[in-house]
């Protein structure tokens, strides 16, 4: 099990970025697939980005794909989300979560360790 703890979140005019940073600890970080959800209100959660133990893989949904860029360093124990060109359907809790599997996955039941969120809000 690895406890997680995001920051980074906040208030963003449309057009502009944000940078999420998460932070692991204890578990073995580099063994872990991560992932960035985000729910919007009334919403279910929904899959953005996952990058695979060594950042060789990556993967994200359509609607971010181009825009955000996942990435980690694993002597760091961190894993960041890069959002640029945000629009205000982005606005939403973002997520980080973790995944004892060396597969990616992009449902959320597949992701056991979650943190407890940063609010992104995205201005027209």
């Known amino acids: 099990q690895v406890q997680l703890a995001e920051s980074g979140g906040g208030w963003v005019q449309a057009g502009g970025s944000l940078r999420l940073s998460c932070i692991g600890s204890g578990g073995t970080f580099s063994m872990y697939t991560m992932a960035w959800f985000r729910q919007a209100p009334g919403l279910e959660r929904e899959f953005v980005a996952a990058?695979?133990?060594?950042?060789?893989?990556?993967t994200y949904s359509d609607s971010v794909k181009g825009r955000f860029t996942i990435s980690r360093d694993n002597s760091e124990k961190t894993v960041a989300l890069q959002m640029n060109s945000l629009k205000p359907e982005d606005t939403a809790v973002y997520y980080c979560?973790?995944?004892?599997?060396?597969?990616?996955?992009?449902?959320?039941?597949?992701?056991?360790?979650w943190g407890q969120g940063t609010q992104v809000t995205v201005s027209s």
């Open positions: 990058i695979g133990w060594s950042s060789g893989r990556t």
């Open positions: 979560a973790a995944r004892w599997q060396s597969s990616i996955s992009a449902y959320v039941a597949s992701y056991a360790d």
